[in-house]
């Protein structure tokens, strides 16, 4: 069974827009709050980190362009509602490119870093069931630190 592009960035659009309802819910007063101290995410940082997610596998491992992304500045990042609703639909847009891009290759653009995908490293869907699975988890991380909060 293939995974089709449009399933998958469905996937990856329905996680944003469920993050992106949690953060709503929060409002822009709490929205960067870290809810257990500093050791823990807050929910704007989280759903930055899940845009570095999205370039990074399927932008850098998958498409093949270049890595800048700075993982821990990610968590620290704060944002309004607004700036969050307008770097979500960025990356949606980009993950359809990426998506596409990644179906239209003929050999992988960074097999190193597909050696650390659990289940059938090789495979494009893998790749990209690997990000699916790294943005419902972090929504999940969303609505934990949305409940401690309120």
Not at 79 to 94: F, G, K, N, P
Request: hydrophobic share 45%; aromatic share 4%; proline share 3%.
């Amino acid at each position: 069974m293939e995974l089709s592009p449009s399933t998958a960035s469905g996937y990856v659009r329905l996680a944003f827009d469920r993050m992106l309802a949690v953060a709503e819910r929060l409002g822009d007063d709490k929205l960067n709050e870290r809810p257990l101290g500093p050791h823990t995410n807050a929910v704007a940082g989280l759903i930055v980190h899940c845009c570095g997610v999205s370039e990074f596998w399927l932008g850098h491992v998958g498409a093949g362009r270049p890595a800048t992304r700075d993982r821990d500045a990610e968590f620290g990042t704060t944002a309004t509602t607004a700036e969050l609703r307008e770097m979500v639909a960025a990356t949606c847009r980009q993950v359809e490119a990426d998506i596409a891009a990644v179906e239209a290759r003929t050999e992988s653009a960074h097999a190193e870093g597909r050696s650390f995908l659990p289940i059938d490293a090789g495979s494009d869907a893998s790749l990209v069931l690997h990000v699916i699975e790294e943005l419902f988890q972090h929504l999940g991380h969303c609505e934990l630190a949305a409940d401690a909060l309120q």
